[in-house]
């Protein structure tokens, strides 16, 4: 089996674990080329790792013709552009959430996908990869569930990860739009429909810094979609016990609940303090194996020389709800879309 | 211990259990009359417990000289006038929730309770007597969690009780009235503060009979508090596992979670389904306890002459959300109180 | 409903709870006297309920023409004795367990009960009255479970009462008279069979001090029963998470778990020790409800003029398995019974 | 990073499943020869992976000079011959358990790997890499949970396996060897003791099959290890929901408890069978990253020249003990090591 030579742009903490999963982990991939603005960070992990091919400019990576594709973990803001410059070098691409920061950059990587049929494109929808979701997903079609009720969807990080958070805020783009897109997604998967109405609140309950951003530390949306289902997302940044990722759907048959308890192992713990599970601490602890998973569905797609479920298009929709989830909050007005 | 002399009237399925609890398991009270329209299920249950006063007429009862109190569970919309007579006669009251089916009527009550400032008013919020509830209500007051962030509860009727609950929707009020109005009184109890902002949503997932009520089988409801605080409510009655009353509150410093399995016992089951629990079936199996231990609150304000901690006013204010709730539903607006 | 009158022999935690219980909780019955070595503890609690008859001597109160009943909670080696006295007076007896602390002693009592087939006696094995513990035993009565397998029965005392232990060492017979006699009735009871090879293990992990008596602080037990049935118990004093009574029957269709977590209540917590649920910190807590079952159970009974299902050969045959567990214990030899 | 050369024998279940996990999963290593008795399956599996060497002799595969390590998944009876033969040829070699299915068996091993301290060994004690398993043994050797009182190991395959189960009879060593020896391997690393004494009991409790090895479909050992520890085993054939292996450690100061729940995934189901998660079915659904991380290991210490925790000696020492589990069942003795 020929290995998909790849090229990674941006060592960030999820940026270094696709690198790292492409160079160590993934058979049929091979690493051979990193960028990273940092050039300091670039070479110690291209020499821990033995990269040769080293650049702090993503647009003479591009050019090396060894490569079949990129890996993008770039600020938000650059990755419309870069996928739109990766394609055109006639490379398949894999790009980090969200799409773009705003519909007119995600209508960039649109018309760019659309430019070059032939080759994959995929988002990093990373959930949908996770055995857990993957598994309700496949019940909801089925049928198992019924009609689909109330969606419930909770990202929270965990409050040690706050000074971060505070750090990064008038960058992220807000709550929503950093955070619950991923919800956005699992609500438009699971549940097959798109919003008609949006109506947000939140506030700043520990950390008033994210009110200069017109932010809260934890915010809240309700929507109505097409085909009536109910969509109750929540988004926080101060959860004590750790990464939470909680998701439930309602149905008229049944109810599913995945990772009502984040739990960090299959370990119990009977102490003074009760009967307990730890919990998971980041992204990187509760998805391991939904990251590795979707660049492995990534290079199979290129193998096979077929698409992956999740489009551009999906990309595009959940920025303009997340964008319009914001817009609620920010108003305090019922959107209707 | 003098025994308080108590009439019941309402023989429907709580009000049955109210009066079997005062007869054989409150101590500190006597059942000694019995008040229901079907004077054949009156006298059959009279006649099974020995109780010699019996009465169709509720106005005749209230002139029953032996009487103290009297617990009333009757029709939603018989409560305040019923609340006005017993106390002018002089008897303490007891009154199933909700206290009115509108502000008007709840007015009749604040009024009678105002004007009989010696006799104990309690309504029938009896989730806050639940063993669980009062130590996460606890909890809360000690600071343990924190700032409230957001108050999730979950009211889910059984799909098995359908054909009911149908039969029922037109004299109801609608799921806000009669089903979230036990919700709305824990966030308020809970969180401490009042709405600023309701919006509403929900539909027939499963039974289009509500519809012709303006009314769905599912809804749910998004608040903001003054404190900041959110409050998220769903009410359904398509559960397929049983009576499901579900509540989380997350806070900055910790989240507390009350029956997030409504598990019928300690009993877990280990068979070809998985690993699982049994549920409740109704809210007489939930809340036994509850159910005892208000009436027992009740009957020791009599004896300790003081006054319960939920008031003539809760009820009121319960109400008056309740139905900017369903207004909410029914015109898809965004109502700001 | 005439009401059965008691007098309540011993004051200890048990005795207070039975007490109390009898006087303000159990419809059917009155509690008419007390008796306690201890006069001071015996006025103050008399005083505080308003019972008029007071002893410091069992063979005064049993003499008290008023009474039908006694409830005895007084020190194990007395129990017989009592039960004897108590009979041959014409009253019934609820006595706690054990019956006795040797097979002798169960004698005086067997005898006793076979002289008096009018009367009720009835043993204080308060599990079977548990609801979880009486669900668990109808869905094996039932067939549900299929053959069963293995019984396990673990007893844990928290190790915040270790000091109360280690005090009460030399009196309480061992931890397999003294905690485990539970689990034994237990199993005969779920699995419905006799032991026929007991093997038994233990030692001092956390307090040398129950060496010198021949016991350990914690202890365990494997039989065979008659039917195959394996049954392994095991009897803990050290506990760091609470009072840890937790029961496993493994069936060839179906294992049932009754309180694998012994949860104080419903109540879920979210915080930095992850997500727990914080547990019953002693018997009392634990089987509130049984206790007061039992109680009533014995008051129906005697109202009803019906025999309990537990027997006074359950208390000798449970006593006898007991010994043969410490003996075991103490030989380190396997006994064939 | 130069890859590890890898002949793998056996293509039973697990054999199969080691031999595509190196061929697809293992960055560090490169499956390059396959050995199986039936040349329909060993040629249908190489050409579906393109490997080139095939063999259906064992010695001819070992004289392959390419080959740098073996990985043995053949029947039990031939482990340690086979152990020999590689480590004699020059090849790093990682076994299957049992190590062999009698003590004279091991011996062979045991020398052989003496003979050769240049290379690798391992025992395919895969639980030791499971994270859950990891996490538990790590906080044991931190003192977390104090001195270990009780370790209780669960091993259960289901029912729906039962007939093979029933056709490997005559072949398996019976229950302690073929299942418990994990158990064994799991007590004897957390308890970090050797057992003193040994009794066993069990039965036939839904195929009588087993008896006419003198074995049992569920059977049960209660070991005291040196340092007072006690060990509860139970092995089992017929458990409805599932692949069950659960293990606690009670501790004076805390306990641990590993899958209490077999669950399959983070999914929970609430339907009208209760609240519940469905389970594991076989141990490659539960142990498929510990497989993966095993080979992992074995691949990193033949690059690091070092060896791993598991040596030639527990894989006797676990055989003894198992033997002497049969030993104790099958003559209803107490047997003291």
Chains 1, 2, 3, 4 share one sequence.
Not at 262 to 273: A, G, S
Not at 291 to 308: G, S, T, V, W
Request: charged share 25%; hydrophobic share 40%.
């Amino acid at each position: 089996m020929k290995k998909i030579k790849i090229g990674a742009v941006g060592l960030g903490r999820l940026g270094y674990q696709h690198a790292e999963n492409i160079a160590f982990k993934i058979p049929g991939a091979e690493l051979v080329a990193l960028c990273d603005k940092d050039e300091v960070k670039l070479n110690k992990t291209a020499d821990a790792w033995g990269i040769p091919n080293r650049y702090t400019d993503y647009e003479d990576m591009i050019t090396n013709q060894a490569l079949d594709a990129v890996v993008i973990s770039s600020p938000s803001s650059l990755h419309t552009t870069q996928i739109a410059q990766a394609l055109d070098a006639g490379l398949h691409v894999f790009s980090e959430k969200p799409l773009g920061t705003n519909l007119e950059e995600c209508k960039i990587a649109e018309e760019a996908v659309e430019r070059h049929p032939e080759l994959v494109f995929m988002l990093g929808f990373m959930r949908r990869y996770d055995p857990s979701y993957a598994y309700a997903r496949e019940k909801i079609r089925n049928g198992d569930i019924g009609n689909v009720v109330l969606f419930r969807g909770y990202s929270q990080d965990p409050e040690s990860c706050i000074e971060g958070a505070i750090a990064y805020a008038g960058h992220s783009g807000g709550q929503f739009i950093d955070m619950a897109v991923h919800d956005i997604d699992l609500a438009r998967w699971m549940v097959d429909s798109e919003p008609i109405t949006i109506h947000a609140i939140g506030g700043c309950y520990a950390h008033q810094e994210f009110g200069a951003f017109k932010d809260g530390d934890n915010v809240a949306a309700l929507m109505q979609m097409e085909n009536d289902a109910m969509v109750f997302l929540f988004a926080g940044r101060t959860a004590p016990h750790g990464y939470n990722v909680e998701t439930e759907i309602i149905g008229t048959k049944a109810t599913l609940r995945i990772a009502s308890v984040p739990q960090k192992n299959m370990v119990e713990i009977l102490d003074h303090h009760g009967v307990r599970q730890e919990c998971s601490q980041d992204f990187l602890e509760r998805f391991e194996q939904a990251y590795l998973a979707e660049i492995n569905e990534f290079i199979k797609c290129i193998h096979d020389h077929r698409k992956p479920e999740v489009t551009v298009y999906d990309g595009t929709k959940t920025t303009e709800i997340a964008y319009q989830c914001k817009k609620a909050f920010e108003t305090n007005e019922l959107i209707r879309m």
